[in-house]
């Protein structure tokens, strides 16, 4: 099995590679792209004659917006710059934006302006005009100067463009320098046009710091003087030479830089002019604009030129930087969200198709990517689980290959015979090309991520949202009023909040369905994805109607209350689907209520052995958990435009209440484990958990619980302890044994997690214990034998008591009630008794079971020395000692000179992780084993899927053998009687039927046998204790007692007469199966054992019914136990215990 | 593993690459330098190709001294590209004598055999800059060559093939109209026109042909050409065309009507303004403006006060200023009755100072 994490990682690693080949690739494309693109201007323009335009009167109108804000200071100059522009048809409008310096007095000074009447024929909103300005000095009749109250940028423009008259708008800061040919470079491309009509047209923009100007004009161009503006200009060469060619000849381009371009004034018009909403109306009006076109299918182009014609200063401080870049950022982000409706939408070609993803992808998730990268390789530093060697190649090839494409755009730059020709220049540019990832860079992701967390923060909306001052504008409302709105806002959250909790959700089921299908192949994925949609969708509307009435509840009372809980709740349902199923998946054990019942020492042990807290399962889970509760806090500060989806939800939720999984036909499974991965295990918890809770108090038990009922029964001896009777269990060993003439010694071997399946010929699986096999030949061996358990914690008190459950397994109460068991019987009897486990013996509490019973050897993990060996560490954890030094050890501490005696060896090795010493030689062995005719055609798939848990049990059968072969050469040996059993069936090895996961071999084996003997009976552990007893009462005149609790009534010939019925315990938390007679009651349904050890199911449900009857007695006799916490009266056991004379 | 590639194959793949990028940034880096070197030997020969011009137009052939320099390094090819390049770029700059004398240079060293190959080449842009050379220097000898190219499937190619029929044959340049089906751009047309000096008598009969082309573009740029050459005996053709089904044509003929302008033209106009859409009225209104026609105020008047169209009221009203009626627009926007918006029209087209 794979570990834990593995597949998550490969997948959050691989995710990285396919978006770092995605940017290569692309950046590749744009590298070459844009080269044609330059060239082919180039070759277009080697001659061209500009002043065919400026000097032409039939060109068309170009009309000049520069909006200015506070310029007072180089204003005068500016436009003067702007009045000196080469073009006929210009007109140039200066809109004053409510300036708060004296930009408007130093204009209508400088250029002699007068106030007029202006009739403004645009339509486009916008905020009030104080006033038209022109020129009295007809030297400057182009220039119109607009004052008007400050509204921002877009709306600046807005007035613009209805001031204009012209065929085209160009729009530009103020403070941009422009080539004086810059509007005939620009008009060149509308008057081009053909076939196609050109609705837009930039050009290069270069950076003016450090470049010599006089009188508006550039006559020395420079590198900037500092690295950052250093490396600004080389990003707008890249950006400008490179993305926008590339993008400009492959039709996609979207962004026409609201320093400098031009715009079709009738298509900005009707589009309805800048978006003053958003901080990136220049790409916006260009998407809107292309969008116009592509609802309208007209043929179109917006136009990139690449001759430098406006030159800007860029920010050179990291504050100002950051800023512009934050608002850049938040720009993308409101123009995605606004035409979301085009991404791959092929309704609008390639503006849907390919540039809105491509911003999508590359600019607006680029800087989000590679932050979350640092995070991601953060977290795998702190856990150690880099791969340097791998990291590092991976680091320098990125760099690298920024490098590269930096210097192949100087190159293009230069070839170009764009800006920056002097080869000083280019080498300082080649230095800050090999600088900008380690100095630029880093600001310019930060500021992306900080614009993508203000995108929210300063309630740019998603759809409509009502946000802030929601509260004040409500107070004054009558409480009834007041109630409704605030419950009518909580389902506009709740709405926009379940769209989330679903999304993340189905993603998780999908993450399950997909982990089953790559690890599961025999699953039937179809099926499989089915039933897995249906449970987890009644589930998960199940919990959206009761988290939501929670929420709504909370968000009466406090608001930031129900978002934190809301929050904290939900991702704690997407984590635990992710962990339950993975559980699932490694256990094959649906994780419920019995989690409870394990300490956090246990839990830790548990987790550490299986590999589970390794580095980068917490890595991952650190990932997930930052992966799940950002959306959710995103999510729960929106608000959908309508309440009815969020009532939708609870109202889907409410009748879900009612739906059972059930109704949906399940489909044919080929196994249990396959049917139950189709389940949800999520509502599995949470059922299973509530019925522990309901049962955990007795009112509450009877309020929900069945009534419950005990018949009269004339042995039982007391009605207050349901299970104390006389005891009358019958020898049924003796005639099997030859009489030896000291008390023969006992050992029990009891094997973890050896089921039938594999120790058998008869198995599915197939025969991997070949000494077992043997042994079972000549011995007692009872081949329909059943565990109490489906874990280990019931081992003990079964097998040495026959002891009911208790409410969470016998081991689990916490005063240990007076009872009989084999170690305080036998002791009591003279024999030196033993406990033998390579373990922690505090483990599932045996420990204080073992010091109730006073046993005197308690060997555990502590008692090892070396040489033992443990068993190899996964993540730093053992689970103790192997199998091998645990048979040594019991064979170094029991002396063959103290009989008789009583020994109890738990073995270890075959427990997940399955981790072994001297793999590679049981590795041969299954090998051997599997090529052999020993094991089946049918057989072989199984064993092949599931090799890491036979070549342990293979180990384990060796170290049996071995055990018994040193055990051979005792003398105390042809006294002993052995019993091999396991404690039940490993869940990691697929089940056929239900009862696999109990069905295990019980073996008993002794020189002392007269014969082997074969048994078919239906047996169980409950009635390894009576019996034992009974042998040595009836052979060896033990003292035994008379009175017992015991739940089993020892071997019989014919389980059929046999009517204590064998209750099952799942795990802790669950009494789930009972067998009586030859039936087996699992979850209301009842299959009958056959005789070839497996099961089919019965549709009788009078036979259903009798035989819940029977169950549900048990579980009362259980229930009155646990809840007086006494088998029997204490007078029982202090007098069986203090009686010091042997009966004969 | 996915894509069963293993951490240790991506890296070996990663270190080719990243071997890859090193030894490209290398080169790169090794070609801009050279690129650097290269550019700064270009520098040099252009100052020497500059001084040479500069000597030719300010000194005569008698006075220039001779420069063995300068001749080894014609003999070169790429200097001689440059040397075209540079001496193209020149004639356009200058005129009279100077050009004649950039010309005879271009002459002197044979230059025509380097825009010659160029004819000689399959990409476009080399065939367009050696029709482009041959024709700023004016070698009207190799036309037949050059025809060759109207028909050449690159628009690049077949424009500077028409501009250069236009500039050697004059109005006869423009017979490829006949049957030009690509649409002319606005580009090639003021072009085309810029280089048309004078048209001759018995262009007329063309010219009519054009106007019924099918090519919108051929139709427009005929009535650019008319415009130009005030052609008056084509308008009542013109005057057809205001039926024509293409806005563009429809504008392009409102305008030529206006410089072909006779005693009927405002009649016709005002006829056929009820016919048109918004655009052509507008258009027809700063038409009639410039006709300065006083027999325009009542329509102007009525267009004024009844159109419902703000910018064709606006051109009403500035061309009622125009025709000095200021006198009747401010009895209207003085009038309390008249709306707020017709009064703004109206005080925008005085041009009423507020301050």
């Known amino acids: 099995m794979l570990e834990f994490s593995h597949i998550v990682y490969e997948i959050v690693i691989w995710l990285f590679l396919l978006y770092g080949v995605g940017v290569f690739l692309v950046y590749t494309w744009m590298g070459v792209y844009a080269l044609g693109a330059i060239i082919r201007y180039r070759h277009q323009n080697t001659f061209t004659d500009y002043s065919i335009i400026a000097t032409s009167s039939d060109t068309p109108v170009f009309s000049l917006i520069a909006p200015a804000y506070n310029e007072g200071k180089t204003i005068v100059e500016n436009v003067r710059s702007l009045l000196s522009l080469y073009y006929h048809n210009l007109e140039i409008i200066i809109v004053n934006d409510g300036s708060k310096d004296d930009s408007m007095q130093k204009l209508i000074t400088a250029y002699e302006l007068e106030r007029i009447s202006f009739f403004v024929q645009g339509q486009l909103e916008t905020k009030t005009i104080k006033g038209v300005y022109k020129s009295k000095n007809p030297a400057f009749r182009k220039l119109t100067v607009i004052d008007k109250e400050n509204g921002g940028k877009a709306d600046a423009l807005n007035v613009g463009i209805n001031i204009s008259s012209g065929d085209y708008v160009v729009c530009i800061d103020v403070d941009c320098i422009l080539e004086q040919d810059a509007i005939l470079k620009l008009a060149k491309p509308f008057l081009e046009q053909t076939d196609k009509k050109v609705i837009a047209c930039g050009g290069v923009i270069r950076l003016a710091n450090s470049c010599k100007i006089e009188n508006g004009k550039i006559t020395e161009v420079n590198v900037p003087k500092s690295w950052l503006g250093r490396m600004q200009a080389l990003e707008y060469i890249r950006a400008f030479v490179l993305g926008r060619m590339a993008w400009s000849r492959a039709s996609g381009l979207i962004l026409i830089s609201g320093a400098f371009g031009a715009f079709d004034r009738k298509i900005v018009l009707a589009c309805g002019g800048y978006d003053k909403d958003t901080v990136g109306e220049d790409m916006e009006l260009v998407v809107r604009m292309r969008r116009y076109m592509e609802e309208r299918k007209e043929p179109y182009e917006v136009v990139n030129i690449p001759d430098p014609l406006c030159w800007t200063e860029v920010p050179e401080t990291k504050e100002i930087l950051s800023k512009q870049r934050n608002r850049w950022m938040r720009g993308t982000m409101e123009t995605l969200w606004k035409h979301r409706k085009l991404m791959f939408n092929p309704r609008y070609g390639k503006l849907g198709m390919i540039s809105l993803p491509y911003w999508f992808f590359f600019e607006f998730l680029g800087p989000l990517v590679e932050f979350s990268g640092y995070i991601i390789f953060l977290i795998f530093l702190l856990f150690g689980i880099v791969n340097w060697p791998f990291f590092i190649i991976l680091f320098a090839l990125v760099i690298s290959a920024g490098i590269l494409y930096s210097i192949y755009a100087i190159w293009v730059d230069f070839l170009s015979k764009q800006v920056y020709t002097k080869r000083k220049d280019s080498l300082t540019l080649v230095a800050a090309a090999i600088l900008e990832p380690i100095y630029f860079h880093p600001i310019v992701v930060k500021a992306g991520v900080m614009g993508f967390i203000d995108y929210f923060k300063k309630s740019h909306s998603w759809g409509e949202m009502t946000r802030q001052g929601f509260n004040q504008t409500i107070e004054h409302l009558p409480w009834k009023l007041r109630i409704a709105r605030k419950l009518t806002y909580s389902l506009k959250k709740w709405g926009a909040f379940s769209v989330m909790f679903l999304g993340l959700f189905l993603l998780s089921i999908a993450a399950e369905w997909l982990w089953y299908t790559y690890n599961f192949k025999q699953f039937d994925g179809s099926l499989l994805a089915k039933n897995l949609l249906f449970n987890n969708l009644v589930f998960l509307f199940q919990l959206i109607f009761g988290i939501g009435i929670l929420y709504m509840i909370l968000n009466l009372i406090k608001e930031s209350w129900a978002k934190i809980i809301t929050v904290t709740l939900c991702t704690l349902v997407v984590l635990t689907q992710y962990i339950f199923f993975l559980y699932f998946a490694e256990s094959h054990n649906m994780l419920g209520a019995d989690v409870r019942y394990y300490s956090a020492e246990e839990m830790k042990q548990i987790l550490q052995t299986s590999g589970m807290l390794s580095a980068k399962n917490i890595a991952l889970m650190v990932i997930l958990i930052a992966g799940t509760l950002l959306p959710f806090w995103i999510a729960v500060k929106q608000a959908h435009r309508s309440w009815y989806i969020g009532l939708a939800f609870l109202c889907l939720g409410f009748l879900m209440l009612f739906v059972s999984p059930d109704i949906f036909p399940a489909g044919r499974y080929t196994s249990d484990f396959e049917q139950n991965a189709s389940k949800s295990k999520g509502a599995y918890f949470l059922n299973s958990n509530l019925d522990d809770f309901i049962n955990e108090y007795p009112k509450l038990s009877r309020l929900f619980g069945k009534p419950q009922h005990i018949s009269s029964d004339p042995n039982r001896l007391d009605d207050a302890y349901p299970f104390w009777r006389n005891e009358d269990t019958p020898d049924f060993l003796g005639e099997y044994f030859n009489t030896s003439t000291t008390i023969p010694n006992l050992v029990f071997i009891t094997i973890e997690g050896l089921g039938h399946a594999y120790s058998s010929p008869k198995g599915y699986v197939g025969n991997f214990t070949p000494f077992i096999d043997s042994l079972a030949n000549r011995s007692l061996y009872w081949e329909f034998n059943v565990s109490s358990s489906g874990r280990t914690f019931a081992m003990l008190p079964t097998l040495t008591g026959s002891l009911p459950f208790g409410k969470n397994g016998f081991l689990e109460i916490g005063q240990t009630p007076p009872h009989f068991n084999l170690f305080n019987v036998l002791k009591k009897n003279g024999f030196e008794t033993g406990f033998y486990y390579g373990g922690d013996a505090s483990f599932d509490r045996m420990k204080a079971f073992l010091e109730y019973s006073e046993v005197d050897n308690l060997i555990e993990e502590q008692s090892f020395t070396s040489p033992y060996r443990k068993l190899p560490e996964n993540n730093g954890e053992s689970w103790g000692y192997e199998d091998q030094a645990v048979f040594s050890k019991m064979l170094d501490v029991q002396k063959p000179d103290n009989q008789p005696y009583f020994n109890l060896i738990l073995t270890l090795s075959t427990h997940n992780p399955f981790l072994i010493n001297n793999t590679s030689y049981y590795e041969e062995l299954f090998q051997k084993r599997v090529a052999s005719n020993q094991i089946l055609d049918a057989q072989r798939k199984w064993a092949f899927e599931n090799k890491k848990q036979l070549v342990s049990v293979l180990n384990v059968d060796d170290a049996l053998k071995a055990f018994f072969e040193a055990y051979a050469k005792r003398p105390d040996f042809k006294n002993t009687i052995f019993l091999i059993t396991g404690d039940h069936s490993m869940p990691e090895i697929p089940l056929q039927t239900k009862i696999d996961r109990y069905h295990v071999p019980l073996i008993i084996y002794s020189p002392l046998l007269k014969e082997p003997k074969r048994f078919f009976q239906l047996t169980s552990h409950f009635d390894i204790a009576p019996s034992i007893l009974a042998y040595y009462r009836e052979n060896y005149r033990l003292k035994t007692p008379s009175t017992v609790a015991w739940v089993g009534r020892g071997f019989a010939k014919d389980r059929r007469n046999n009517t204590y019925g064998i209750p099952i315990m799942q795990s802790k938390n669950q009494i789930g199966d009972f067998i009586f007679n030859n039936y087996h009651l699992n979850d209301n349904r009842l299959f009958v054992l056959k005789a070839n050890v497996t099961e089919d199911q019965v549709d009788d449900q009078s036979l259903v019914n009798e035989i819940n009857r029977r169950f549900d007695e048990f579980k009362a006799k259980n229930a009155r136990f646990y809840s007086s916490g006494m088998l029997m009266p204490d007078s029982v056991t202090v007098n069986f215990m203090s009686n010091n004379t042997l009966d004969p | ?355």
């Open chain 2, 1 to 355: 593993m996915f894509l069963y590639v293993s951490i240790h194959d991506l890296f070996l793949i990663f270190l080719g690459i990243l071997f890859l990028v090193l030894v490209l940034i290398g080169v790169l880096l090794s070609y801009v330098l050279y690129q650097h070197t290269v550019s700064r030997h270009m520098r040099e020969w252009s100052v020497m190709i500059e001084n040479k011009i500069a000597d030719a137009i300010v000194y005569s052939h008698e006075e220039r001294s001779s420069d063995e320099m300068f001749d080894l390094y014609s003999k070169k090819s790429p200097f001689r590209y440059l040397f075209l390049e540079k001496l193209v770029a020149s004639k356009k700059k200058f005129s009279g004598s100077a050009q004649q004398t950039i010309q005879q240079l271009f002459i002197d060293y044979n230059l025509q055999i380097e825009a010659l190959q160029k004819l000689k080449k399959k990409k476009a842009h080399l065939i367009a800059v050696g029709i482009q050379e041959l024709t700023v220097m004016e070698m009207a000898v190799y036309l037949p060559q050059i025809s060759v190219f109207l028909k050449y499937p690159s628009s690049q190619v077949y424009q500077e093939a028409q501009y250069a029929m236009v500039v050697f044959k004059g109005f006869d340049g423009l017979s490829f109209l006949n049957e030009f089906s690509y649409t002319i751009s606005d580009w090639q047309q003021l072009r085309l026109l810029r280089s048309l000096k004078t048209i001759p008598e018995d262009s007329i009969a063309p010219a009519i042909g054009w106007l019924k082309s099918r090519n919108t573009s051929v139709v427009v740029f005929t009535l650019r050409l008319l415009r130009k050459f005030q052609v008056f005996s084509v308008y009542e053709h013109v005057r057809e065309l205001l039926t024509h089904t293409s806005i563009d044509i429809r504008l392009q003929a409102v305008r030529t009507l206006q410089s072909l302008e006779n005693i009927d033209t405002v009649t016709h106009l005002t006829d056929d303004y009820g016919n048109q859409p918004a655009e052509l009225q507008l258009q027809i209104m700063k038409t009639l403006k410039r006709s300065d026609d006083k027999r325009c105020c009542d329509f102007f008047r009525f267009q004024l006060l009844n159109h419902p169209r703000a910018d064709v009221k606006l051109a009403a009203a500035e061309a009622l200023v125009s025709l000095g009626a200021k006198d009747d627009l401010l009895a209207i926007s003085g009038d309390k009755t008249s709306p707020d918006r017709l009064v703004q029209i109206i005080k925008h087209a005085l041009g009423e100072r507020l301050c």
